[in-house]
């Protein structure tokens, strides 16, 4: 079974910063990771990527969020990272991570919870 544990989610006033973490772990069989992201959905809306990284360090970001959010990682302990400063009302949203790996020759992308972002004054 394969778990993402998210943290870093809350309220920040306009302008301010948050830093989301997910970690991912799975048990009995190993996983190997390709990527890892961030999405997020906010109320009547798709849900959106708002940046990846694959496991040798390249990164893409939505245009909306370039320059101001940062994605890293950190391989051995399987987790990803995503910086926010600069935060608008606009980046209200639930923030989902996702991992694309490879458990047990089988492929797929697995989700987190979901933690909440708002941005507000």
């Known amino acids: 079974q394969v778990q993402l544990v998210e943290s870093g989610g809350g309220l920040v006033q306009p302008g301010g910063s948050l830093r989301l973490s997910c970690a991912a772990s799975?048990?009995?069989?190993?996983?190997?990771?390709?990527?890892m992201g961030w999405y997020r959905q906010a109320p009547g809306k798709q849900r959106e990527l708002v940046a990846g990284?694959?496991?040798?360090?390249?990164?893409n970001y939505a245009y909306s969020v370039k320059g101001r959010f940062t994605i890293s990682s950190d391989n051995a302990k399987n987790t990803v990272y995503l910086q926010m400063n600069s935060l608008k009302p606009e980046d209200t949203a639930v923030y989902y991570c996702?991992?694309?790996?490879?458990?047990?020759?089988?492929?797929?992308?697995?989700w987190g919870q979901g933690t909440q972002v708002t941005v507000s004054s």
């Open positions: 996702n991992v694309d790996g490879l458990r047990l020759g089988i492929r797929k992308n697995y």
């Open positions: 799975s048990s009995i069989f190993s996983l190997s990771i390709y990527a």
């Open positions: 990284i694959t496991s040798g360090g390249d990164t």
